[in-house]
T-cell receptor
Framework: AQRVTQPEKLLSVFKGAPVELKCNYS??????LFWYVQYSRQRLQLLLR??SRESIKGFTADLNKGETSFHLKKPFAQEEDSAMYYC???????????FGTGTRLTVIP | ETGVTQSPTHLIKTRGQQVTLRCSSQ?????VSWYQQALGQGPQFIFQ???????GRGNFPPRFSGLQFPNYSSELNVNALELDDSALYLC????????????FGPGTRLTVT
């Protein structure tokens, strides 16, 4: 069975500090991992996906199959990064997403 | 390009009633997925429709059903509403059932009393 765990419900960092949002997953096959973000009063939107290996808005995430993790990182947090972040998994070629419970990131000016 | 739209925005129903939620997919998208997001939780997959057929279902009882129309818009129907059905219902569309980016709508907030 699929499972996505985001251990931190709330995370606060100061502007300019590094930020890491943790995500661990459980899946028997080869998963596709995603990070979705929801800014205040906006809809849920894709931030990045591991197969793209991109850096979006300064964020990166590396899939670590050994540790079954897909942590989201940014070296210098900005106030506009404050949002709700969800880690999600898709498996077996299907497009249905399994989401974690989310981490609310607050960047303190 | 028109984004995903959902209606209504909010809805209040009584336990035991039936409800229909609507979703218009983004232009050019033929796949619609529905999610339930309870308070403080991440979205949970209900089912997906591709070219008017159900194309995968999550762990939801049969009283949750859906439809997709030839223009790829979709409906979510819930019968015999229970208090635990109170949640935000999200619709997402994508280009194809494969692993493509899903574009989410703003959601419908359902309250069951």
């Amino acid at each position: 069975a699929q499972r996505v765990t985001q251990p931190e419900k709330l995370l606060s960092v100061f502007k300019g500090a590094p930020v890491e949002l943790k995500c661990n997953y459980s899946y028997s096959g080869s998963p596709e991992l995603f990070w979705y973000v929801q800014y205040s009063r906006q809809r849920l939107q894709l931030l990045l996906r591991h197969i793209s290996r991109e850096s979006i808005k300064g964020f990166t995430a590396d899939l670590n199959k050994g540790e079954t993790s897909f942590h989201l990182k940014k070296p210098f947090a900005q106030e506009e990064d404050s949002a709700m972040y969800y880690c999600a998994l898709s498996g077996g070629g299907a497009n249905n997403l399994f989401f974690g419970t989310g981490t609310r990131l607050t960047v303190i000016p | 390009e028109t984004g995903v739209t959902q209606s209504p925005t909010h809805l209040i129903k009584t336990r035991g009633q039936q409800v229909t939620l609507r979703c218009s997919s983004q232009s050019g998208h033929n796949t619609v997925s529905w999610y339930q997001q309870a308070l403080g939780q991440g979205p949970q997959f209900i089912f997906q429709y591709y070219r008017e057929e159900e194309n995968g279902r999550g762990n939801f009882p049969p009283r949750f059903s859906g439809l997709q129309f030839p223009n790829y818009s979709s409906e979510l129907n819930v019968n015999a509403l229970e208090l635990d059905d109170s949640a935000l219902y999200l619709c997402a569309s994508s280009l194809d059932p494969g692993i493509y980016e899903q574009y989410f709508g703003p959601g419908t907030r359902l309250t069951v009393t």
